[in-house]
């Protein structure tokens, strides 16, 4: 079974960064392009970024780019998301997942931005 678990989230103020890691198991995580998504409050799920399996190419929501970097380690099983210059509408649920549109994703783990 897939099982992907976040980690990294937290009480940031705007402008500050966060690393998000999310560990996968339970499948063959370099087969497969992986992706961010994320649930403000109040809201649906939003994709945010994915990464193809050997990390070549990248792609980032209108709303992210230039402000997020998606990476992987294949060798560890593990996917990042780093997180600058943070915006209080940034201030969400960030999970991993194997579809863009969050199936197979993990637990999540809370981002809040705010001063």
């Known amino acids: 079974d897939v099982q992907l678990v976040e980690s990294g989230g937290g009480l940031v103020q705007p402008g500050g960064s966060l690393r998000l890691s999310c560990a996968a198991s339970?499948?063959?995580?370099?087969?497969?392009?992986m992706n961010w998504v994320r649930q403000g409050p109040g809201k649906g799920l939003e994709w945010v970024s994915n990464?193809?399996?050997?990390?070549?190419?990248?792609a980032y929501a209108d709303s992210v780019k230039g402000r997020f970097t998606i990476s992987r380690a294949n060798a560890q099983n593990t996917l990042y998301l780093q997180m600058n210059s943070l915006k209080t509408e940034d201030t969400a649920i960030y999970y991993c997942?194997?579809?863009?549109?969050?199936?197979?994703r993990g637990q999540g783990t809370q981002v809040t931005v705010s001063s």
């Open positions: 997942a194997t579809y863009p549109n969050g199936q197979n």
């Open positions: 339970g499948f063959t995580f370099s087969a497969y392009t």
């Open positions: 990464i193809n399996p050997n990390g070549g190419t990248t």
